[in-house]
């Protein structure tokens, strides 16, 4: 029984949601936001995040997809690998992502359009989650990609092969409030303290 709880829950962690995708504003970090735009430059930081267009290309940014990879030429639509870096200046809890612009269509070689969004911490790679256009809405490419839980990060990366047409953009992150675990020392003095309020109380009694 284990088990079978074990592979359900592995399954639900790398599930692909095709519900509709929330309205401009309507995600935590939300790339569809007129701050992350316009187009053309090699990165951006608003807030504590900041995108990075990696091998030598440029970010593609629209109002209704989000962020994507433009090439040198200043196309979306560009026949190499595409990487976005997404960072974080303060280590931030994630547990989906958005990804539109990402259909069934097949590309060049006869596959569909898809990609992979790696999380990481400290440099350390903690998970991998692939994405895939034949479980996109066709209207916009759009899909919510599950982790199963929060991953606590500093650092995102989205990589699509190179491969003809095979695009894909970032509408943008959904987060949760991190869980902070109090240091060592912190809760040993947090033991003496009450320790000594309990002391104080005595006395005053006796």
Known sequence: MKKIILSMLITLGAMQCVSAIPTVGGIDIDFREAAWGPSGPHAITVG?????AENNEYLFWAADDGLGILGNNQEDEIDT?????????TDTCVT???VTDLFDAPDGNGQHENGTVSLYLNNALLASFDFDGSTSEQ?????EVLFGSAYTVDHMMFTVENRTNNEYS????ETEACNVVPAPGALLLGTFG???VSYLRRRRVL
């Not at 209207?139 to 899909?143: D, H, I, V």
């Not at 970032?170 to 992150?173: D, F, N, S, T």
């Open 194 to 196: 009450m320790g000594g």
């Open 81 to 89: 690998e595409e990487w976005l870096d997404i960072t974080f200046a």
């Open 139 to 143: 209207g916009n490419g759009s899909q």
């Open 170 to 173: 970032v509408a943008g992150i």
């Open 96 to 98: 989906s992502t958005w």
């Open 48 to 52: 504590n995040v900041t995108a990075t």
